[in-house]
Every structure is written in structure tokens, then in C-alpha cells.
């Protein structure tokens, strides 16, 4: 059973546009989810990280918008660039149990020029 | 140093060849992590070792053996792997007393022939 869904699949924007990825989670118990950025050939990169207690966090150009009630998070990307051309991974996790990442399906973000 | 190092980059094997791939890190970290990641897919976990003791086995066939020697370093020992098992093998580590901020290596691409 997929715990975290994430859309869309594929995403394509023109330099300084500000791309959104959505993911939605069912296991309330998740209270941690980070964002990993991935370029062709290696592995993930944590970009930036939200606890539930928040509804926004900043770093940067990257943004987390997260919502409880609605059990969804996004990620947007301020000024977008070329080089932010990657796949984008959401994860979900719980502090207790079994804290193993679940990862959502992936992005794969273009920047054109 | 906040580099996980993983090698061999590449591995071209035969069924019925025996492997080891090797993973090291220097950031005191006490959880490592073995991952096989599918083109265009998200990480999918194989193996937690939490202070150098197997914590979580995700039901891997056992054909795939990990290893932790020591709390720096992980290897992932092969035998008789099948050719759906070609992947991208990652490698991550993280704090011992939690899941966040992990750090993946760059990752061994396995083509079992």
C-alpha cells in the first residue's frame, strides 16, 4: 500500500517560473517529512525537512507548505532554475515503531531556459 | 567530511558471481542504510543497521547479505543474483537516534547478466 502519493509525475517550467509538487500521506503518525533532490547519476540529497507543528518552512528558494488537517505537504521552488533540473522525492516518517523513510514516487522537474 | 563513499561505481556481473559492494562514512553516524533504487523510481529499503546490529530487513531475498563490520562501514554481499535485480544500490547514513537528515552515497549501478 502506497503511504505516500505524489504528484505530478513529470513538470516542466521556464527559468524563474515556481514549480509545485504536491504529496499526499494517510498514516497519521507520520511526523516528520523531508524533501530529497536527485540528479542523474547520484544518489538523494535532503533539500529541506517539516515537522507537523509548522505550516511553512523556508530555506532559501525552497519552500514547505504543509497542511494537517488535509494531510498534504508541497514543495515550491522560488526562481526556479536551470539547475534545479532533478527528480524531486517527498518522505514521510514517524519518531516511533518502524522510522524507516517512505518516499513518495518522484518528480522529475525541468528548468528550460 | 559529510561524504558517504561507495564502491565499486559500476558492477557488471554474471548469476553466478559473488560481489561485495562496500559503503564508508566518517561522520560518526551510528544507522546506515542499504537501498535499491529502479530507473525512475524512489528508493525502496533493503537493510537498517542501527550500532552495527541489523535492525530492519525489509524481506530481501537472501541472495543480497549485509554486512557492518564496524560502525563506518557497510558492505552488501551478492551471490547468485537474478537479472531483475540489476539496480541502482545506495547506501545512506544518519544520526544513530533517528531517521532524519539522511546521507546517501552516490550509489553502485549493478547490470547482473
Known amino acids: 500500500q502506497q503511504q505516500v502519493k505524489q504528484s505530478p509525475q513529470s513538470l516542466i517550467v521556464q527559468k524563474g517560473g515556481i514549480p509545485i509538487i504536491n504529496c499526499a500521506y494517510e498514516n497519521t503518525a507520520f511526523d516528520y517529512f523531508p524533501w530529497y533532490q536527485q540528479f542523474p547519476g547520484k544518489g538523494p540529497a535532503l533539500l529541506i525537512a517539516i515537522r507537523p507543528d509548522v505550516s511553512e518552512k523556508k530555506e532559501g528558494r525552497f519552500t514547505i507548505s504543509f497542511n494537517k488537517s488535509a494531510k498534504q505537504f508541497s514543495l515550491h521552488i522560488m526562481d526556479s532554475q536551470p539547475g534545479d533540473s532533478a527528480t524531486y522525492f517527498c518522505?514521510?516518517?514517524?519518531?516511533?515503531?518502524?522510522?524507516?523513510?517512505?518516499f513518495g514516487s518522484g518528480t522529475r522537474l525541468q528548468v528550460q531556459p | 567530511d559529510t561524504e558517504v563513499t561507495q564502491t565499486p561505481k559500476h558492477l557488471v556481473m554474471g548469476m553466478t558471481n559473488k560481489k561485495s559492494l562496500k559503503c564508508e562514512q566518517h561522520m560518526g553516524h551510528r544507522a546506515m542504510y542499504w537501498y535499491k533504487q529502479k530507473a525512475k523510481k524512489p528508493p525502496e529499503l533493503m537493510f537498517v543497521?542501527?550500532?552495527?546490529?541489523?535492525?530492519i530487513n525489509e524481506s530481501v531475498p537472501s541472495r543480497f547479505s549485509p554486512e557492518c563490520p564496524n560502525s563506518s562501514l557497510l558492505n552488501l554481499h551478492l551471490h547468485a543474483l537474478q537479472p531483475e535485480d540489476s539496480a541502482l544500490y545506495l547506501c545512506?547514513?544518519?544520526?544513530?537516534?533517528?531517521?532524519?537528515?539522511?546521507?546517501f552515497g552516490s550509489g553502485t549501478q549493478l547490470s547482473v547478466l
Open positions: 518522505a514521510a516518517s514517524k519518531d516511533t515503531g518502524r522510522r524507516a523513510l517512505t
Open positions: 545512506a547514513s544518519s544520526t544513530g537516534s533517528t531517521n532524519e537528515k539522511l546521507f
Open positions: 543497521y542501527s550500532y552495527e546490529k541489523l535492525s
